[in-house]
Each structure stands twice: as C-alpha cells, then as structure tokens.
C-alpha cells in the first residue's frame, strides 16, 4: 500500500466526498442518484457538529472517507451513531478501510462528553464489509427484516451492530 495521508474533513471538502460517495455507492443505502451536493453537506455537518469526520487521501485525491455523528439527545451524547464509511473501490482491499476506522477511534477518544458507543447499520449482503466491521470490534446486536430493498425487487436484512469502548 503507497503511503496515505488522513486528516479531518471540512464542509469544503464536501464535492470530494461526493465523488467518493458515488463510486462506492454499491455498499451505500443511496444510489448515485440520490447523492448530491446540498445532502452531502448536510450529511458532512452533522458529523462535524460533534461527532467525527475523517479523509484518507492519496497526494491530493480523496479516496475514502468515515463519519459519524453525536446523537443529538443529552441522554446518547455518549454515542456516534449513522456511521458510514465509504472508499474509492480502486484502493479497495489496500488496508484504507481499516486506516479509517483507527483513525475514528483515535479521533472518538479525544471528544467531550465521552464517546462510549459507536453505531452502524450494514444490509447482510455486504459480507465483506461486516467480516471488516467485526475485525475491527463491532458485534452484532440484531436484524431488521426486509429494510432494504435491491434493485431487483428483493430484500434483505439491515444488521445494526456497535462497537463499546
């Protein structure tokens, strides 16, 4: 793997986000369609309203991305919660995913209130992506039944899990 850089992201960097967002949009709850500018800024703020928000780049290239945002309750701002992690599918399989999730801790540990549980939902076909959420802690915590609909008319199971630190 070339050498990466990771910083935290800025609403600036937002069409960049967009660019990623819509080449991994096969593991996403949205289609390219649905992704535009004025939704990933929202998406992009509500992470940086507390929460995480996290770059990798490759020189000047944004090729992947991990957010999570603060729940807006008193009682969960001890959660990150609507995490998504999005990487450009031609570094995919190159350790970024991974990068990213370490950088989210790390990132997670220095916020206040505490951060003592980060949530994410993954539909069950993407078993790559949830063998890749348990290497790194997550575990699952139930099923919700034919909450995503396939292109083809199918369904299949969303799976929350969460990772306690």
């Known amino acids: 793997m070339s050498e990466h850089s990771f910083r935290r992201l800025s609403l600036a960097d937002a069409p960049d986000l967009l660019v990623v967002m819509r080449r991994a949009e096969g593991g996403l709850g949205r289609l390219p369609g649905e992704m535009d500018l004025p939704w990933m800024e929202e998406a992009l ?3 940086l309203a ?3 928000a996290i770059g990798a780049w ?3 290239r944004l090729i992947g991305m991990i957010k999570a945002s603060r729940m807006p309750s008193v009682q969960f701002q001890h959660v990150l919660w609507d995490l998504t992690i999005a990487v450009d599918p031609d570094v995919q399989g190159c350790g970024v995913a991974r990068a990213l999730f370490a950088h989210l801790l790390e990132s997670a540990a220095t916020l206040t209130p505490r951060v003592e549980r980060i949530e994410l939902v993954v539909r069950e076909g993407l078993t790559h992506a949830i063998r890749l959420y348990q290497r790194v802690g997550f575990r699952q915590e ?3 039944e034919r909450r ?3 292109a083809d ?3 299949e199971a969303d799976l929350p899990m969460a990772m306690l630190l």
């Open 50 to 52: 507390g929460g995480v």
């Open 142 to 144: 139930g099923r919700f």
């Open 45 to 47: 703020a509500g992470a």
């Open 153 to 155: 008319g199918r369904f």
């Open 148 to 150: 995503f609909r396939l």
């Open 58 to 60: 490759d020189g000047h």
